[in-house]
């Protein structure tokens, strides 16, 4: 099996034994460059190349790709008129309830494969976990108190939670006797700073750490060791379900019939019932009603019992 994905995501793969190669692809280079990998990968598999092609993107840039590299491709049903409807209309026409990682198995047309029930998973290696060992004993967190984890970041600002409630959440978190680490990618990191000196100065305590910008195998060993993670809709809720991390989930502009809820996870989604949900496929900069209450009125005492609530 060979597995492309961006170069920012190849490392959480490196180490999965089910995985033969990793093909890792810098955005800021083309997509012939990426294609003539993939064709040189197929031939050196022997046999007439690969056996089955997979796109589970089933984007423009995908399918620019799938016609650069040739062969036989399938892909899975992505709704996009459903998903249309459901945004213009707040009607809800999903016939396919499935989560997305369900869904991709229709991609896998003729390999007889079927969803496991289980959860997701990530193989971790020595030097993530060393690494997050590492990064516990700097910060001098999680070693004494329980350690929660908290992800205030996301690609599209109409999905992240307000700074003063991350804040506020952090400062509680801290005085009921845990300690808090931020994580994200690196382009979290400023805003992640800023929270930690916030909710240090507001709880006097030094027990909130950021760790944005760490890899994403060391991000994963990292949530390993927590209690729980509190996260919106990015990909950090998923690295926590795989790694087998309670979550509590905050929805904003998207919904469960879009198929990327926690999967199969010790989990809380908190969302609103508003009626202009959902607004967008993925988020977007600004609200389009101007007032964000989606996730503006989801309060940090409702984080905080639901964060009480989650199994072990």
């Not at 984007?59 to 709704?79: E, F, I, K, M």
Request: aromatic share 6%.
């Amino acid at each position: 099996m060979t597995f492309v994905t961006s170069a920012r995501c190849a490392p959480i793969l490196e180490h999965n034994p089910r995985v033969t190669r990793v093909i890792a692809w810098d955005p800021a280079t083309s997509l012939g460059s990426l294609a003539r990998a993939i064709r040189s990968a197929g031939a050196q598999e022997g046999g007439g190349g690969f056996t089955h092609r997979i796109d589970l993107h089933d984007s423009l840039r995908s399918r620019a790709l799938r016609v650069l590299v040739g062969g036989r491709w399938t892909s899975y049903p992505n709704h996009r008129f459903a998903r249309a409807v459901l945004i213009r209309t707040k009607r809800n026409r999903y016939r396919d309830r499935r989560p997305v990682a369900e869904r991709y198995f229709d991609a896998g047309e003729g390999l007889n494969a079927v969803p496991d029930d289980g959860s997701l998973e990530v193989f971790l290696s020595r030097a993530a976990s060393t690494g997050a060992e590492r990064f516990l004993i700097e910060n001098g967190v999680g070693l004494a108190r329980q350690l929660i984890a908290v992800a205030p970041g996301a690609a599209h600002a109409t999905k992240r939670w307000p700074t003063h409630h991350w804040v506020a959440l952090a400062k509680r978190l801290s005085e009921q006797g845990n300690d808090v680490v931020v994580v994200g990618g690196s382009m979290d990191r400023p805003a992640a700073d800023a929270m930690v000196e916030a909710a240090v100065r507001e709880a006097g305590t030094g027990t909130v750490a950021s760790a944005a910008g760490l890899d994403l195998p060391t991000t994963a060993a990292l949530l390993k060791r927590c209690r729980a993670l509190v996260v919106g809709d990015t990909g950090q809720m998923h690295l926590a379900t795989a790694v087998g991390t309670p979550v509590v989930a905050l929805f904003g502009p998207t919904v469960e019939a879009f198929g990327f809820f926690p999967y199969h996870a010790k989990a809380t989604v908190l969302q609103l019932d508003l009626p202009c949900r959902p607004c967008s496929a993925q988020g977007g900069p600004v609200c389009p009603l101007k007032h964000h209450r989606c996730l503006q009125d989801l309060q940090p005492a409702e984080v905080l019992a639901a964060l009480r609530k989650l199994p072990r």
